[in-house]
């Protein structure tokens, strides 16, 4: 191709964009056009060849942020995080571009993959791994500062460590969702059901269980503490004045959590526990 604004020819390799990412190499690993066993296998490899791209990506970024913990360096695992965040978000877009291919065009071209199954890809047990390094690293981050995860999301709490944790529920988050959006592209295409086997042996059916493993299930079980934990009284009555709640000193809320008060400012006006 004769590119008229560079009056270079592309696509030959030669140019620095091209021997830079490798793009001769990069562009052979789909079928070819004589190879393909339908014209929509083009648009499936280059999807899953994408999303292994990208969780290679997410996987490296999340090494570092093992590495940042254990540093102490929060403004720069907090700023990976929130790349990772992207990578999953980016991922489930691409699985949608999948769902333009239609049930019948699919069920050709799995007659040409063998036994391959999703849990076979490196991305997402590379993924889980480095998971598993995280949530490691952020136990010993609680340790060296003395804290659990009650006390980081309780009133008052360590603001640093509450950001991180946020963070790595909104990867977790995103990581579910791009589970639940293979999980609809499975319906969309096989079905699910215990009768519809995955091409491992496995019964589509499982796809939805695997939705509710969390990467880091300590940040969930949290909010299930907290939520056991809580209690109607102390808080502020409809219509009572709240001026000052949002102003008290961090101590004045530990306080009025050991006095079971919402409120610091305004004790008085909560709720008697009879009117509970």
């Given at each position: 191709m004769f590119n008229p604004l560079l009056k270079k020819w592309v696509g030959r390799g030669e140019l620095d964009y091209e021997v830079y990412l490798k793009t001769p190499?990069?562009?052979?690993?789909?079928?070819?056009?004589?190879e393909r066993v339908a014209h929509d296998e083009l648009l499936f490899q280059v999807v899953?060849?994408?999303?292994?791209l990208w969780l290679k990506l997410a996987s490296r970024e999340a090494v570092e942020v093992v590495a940042e913990l254990d540093t102490d360096a929060l403004w720069g695992a907090s700023a990976r995080l929130e790349r990772v965040h992207r990578v999953l978000r980016?991922?489930?877009?691409?699985?949608?571009?999948?769902e333009t291919m239609t049930p019948d065009t699919y069920q050709v071209i799995r007659r040409s993959l063998g036994n391959g199954s999703g849990q076979e890809s490196p991305g997402y047990n590379m993924l889980r791994l480095a998971a598993g390094g995280l949530e490691a690293a952020l136990e010993r981050l609680l340790a060296r500062r003395g804290v659990t995860?009650?006390?980081?999301?309780?009133a008052g709490g360590p603001a640093d460590l509450k950001r991180i944790c946020e963070q790595l529920v909104d990867v977790d988050e995103a990581f579910q969702n791009w589970l639940y959006a293979h999980f609809q592209l499975v319906r969309r295409t096989i079905g699910v059901d215990r009768a519809v086997k995955a091409l491992d042996g496995l019964p589509s059916q499982v796809l939805a269980?695997?939705?509710?493993?969390?990467?880091?299930?300590?940040?969930w079980d949290v909010r299930v503490e907290l939520t056991s934990s809580w209690r109607r009284e102390g808080g502020v009555a409809p219509?009572?004045?709240r001026e000052g709640c949002m102003h008290?000193?961090?101590?004045?809320?530990a306080?009025?959590?050991?006095?079971g008060v919402g409120c610091p400012m305004h004790a008085a006006a909560a709720y008697p526990p009879a009117e509970r």
């Amino acid at each position: 191709m004769f590119n008229p604004l560079l009056k270079k020819w592309v696509g030959r390799g030669e140019l620095d964009y091209e021997v830079y990412l490798k793009t001769p190499e990069l562009l052979s690993l789909q079928a070819g056009e004589a190879e393909r066993v339908a014209h929509d296998e083009l648009l499936f490899q280059v999807v899953h060849q994408a999303q292994e791209l990208w969780l290679k990506l997410a996987s490296r970024e999340a090494v570092e942020v093992v590495a940042e913990l254990d540093t102490d360096a929060l403004w720069g695992a907090s700023a990976r995080l929130e790349r990772v965040h992207r990578v999953l978000r980016s991922m489930v877009g691409e699985l949608s571009v999948l769902e333009t291919m239609t049930p019948d065009t699919y069920q050709v071209i799995r007659r040409s993959l063998g036994n391959g199954s999703g849990q076979e890809s490196p991305g997402y047990n590379m993924l889980r791994l480095a998971a598993g390094g995280l949530e490691a690293a952020l136990e010993r981050l609680l340790a060296r500062r003395g804290v659990t995860l009650k006390t980081v999301y309780s009133a008052g709490g360590p603001a640093d460590l509450k950001r991180i944790c946020e963070q790595l529920v909104d990867v977790d988050e995103a990581f579910q969702n791009w589970l639940y959006a293979h999980f609809q592209l499975v319906r969309r295409t096989i079905g699910v059901d215990r009768a519809v086997k995955a091409l491992d042996g496995l019964p589509s059916q499982v796809l939805a269980g695997r939705m509710t493993m969390p990467l880091f299930r300590q940040l969930w079980d949290v909010r299930v503490e907290l939520t056991s934990s809580w209690r109607r009284e102390g808080g502020v009555a409809p219509g009572a004045s709240r001026e000052g709640c949002m102003h008290a000193p961090p101590e004045a809320y530990a306080k009025a959590r050991a006095a079971g008060v919402g409120c610091p400012m305004h004790a008085a006006a909560a709720y008697p526990p009879a009117e509970r």
